[in-house]
């Protein structure tokens, strides 16, 4: 009987420990889940949207020299406005982004070319190119808020991933925890039951 009983122990602690590592891999994979949607909300939806606010002051700028025929800002400030940008627009390269981002964003940068190359024509500040670069920046408008709305219904995804991971890890924790009530009722009327 000595084995029998080394037997029962033995597959009841087996028991125990093949559902530990089960919850503890499911745990394990929620986690990282939850992990990777906050960096995910962090790198690439709350820099991207402080990148598009940074493009839209200096675009605001912009529209601001054209809207008061300021000359000067075209001739002297400009070129490190447009420089700055690019670099604005490189780090935005970086993010990940959905297939509607980049369509979005491929729109802007195209927008903004032909706006740069409007500028060029911009020293004299005629009406037509006035006309013309007016039209580009309220079509580089157009371009950032649809960005910056793409950032809050991913961000709103990204939440609603981590909710459901975080849900997940509760409801195994308690299905845990009534299951190794089970398993310590079953392996209590192993240990105590004695065959006759």
Request: charged share 25%; glycine share 2%; aromatic share 8%.
């Amino acid at each position: 009987m000595a084995l029998l009983n080394k037997i029962k122990w033995i597959l009841g602690i087996l028991m125990v420990f093949v559902l530990i590592i089960a919850t503890n891999l499911i745990d394990k994979n929620n986690f990282v889940r939850v992990k990777d949607s906050v960096i995910t909300i962090y790198e690439d939806r709350l820099i991207a949207k402080d990148l598009i606010f940074k493009i839209s002051k200096d675009i605001h700028k912009k529209e601001i020299a054209l809207a008061t025929k300021d000359s000067v800002f075209f001739s002297q400030q400009n070129k490190a406005v447009n420089t700055h940008i690019e670099s604005l627009i490189e780090r935005f390269e970086k993010t990940k982004l959905t297939d509607v981002e980049n369509n979005v964003f491929n729109d802007f940068k195209n927008n903004f070319n032909a706006l740069v190359a409007t500028e060029a024509d911009l020293t004299h500040l005629n009406s037509q190119n006035k006309v013309k670069a007016s039209n580009q920046i309220s079509a580089i408008e157009n371009n950032l808020d649809d960005l910056a709305q793409i950032q809050i219904s991913e961000g709103s995804k990204q939440m609603s991933i981590s909710k459901q991971a975080i849900e997940s890890v509760e409801l195994f924790t308690q299905m845990e925890i009534y299951v190794l009530v089970i398993l310590a009722i079953i392996i209590q009327v192993i240990v105590i039951y004695n065959p006759k």
